[in-house]
């Protein structure tokens, strides 16, 4: 074998394994960043009816909470690891 050329990272020389370069999806990572911006807006929810904040700082406390919800779903997409995953974070991208 010519040393020029590298082994294939698999048996079968496809190339997808642990030496392809390619994460795999996790599905604890989505898990975990869905909850993140599921507690996000019921965190939100819950300073609209039990603060008695109004105006403009509420107004704040709510777009940063908005805002960051917004950034876990967006990593939770990329967690994915799905081809509709890339439409939906470039979606997001310019959302933002």
Same mark, same amino acid.
């Given at each position: 074998q010519d040393e020029s050329e =590298? +082994? +294939?990272a698999t048996a079968d020389g496809s190339g997808e394994g642990p030496l392809s370069g390619r994460a795999r999806p996790s599905r604890a990572a989505t898990a975990g960043y869905v =909850?993140? =911006?599921v507690g996000h807006f019921w965190l939100l929810r819950l300073h609209s009816l039990e603060s008695s904040a109004t105006g403009w700082f509420f107004f704040e406390l709510a777009l940063i909470e908005v805002m960051l919800a917004f950034e876990a779903l967006i990593y939770a997409v990329g967690a994915l690891g799905t081809s509709i995953g890339l439409p939906l974070l470039?979606? /997001? /991208?310019r959302v933002r």
């Open positions: =590298a +082994p +294939p =909850a993140i =911006a470039t979606l /997001g /991208g």
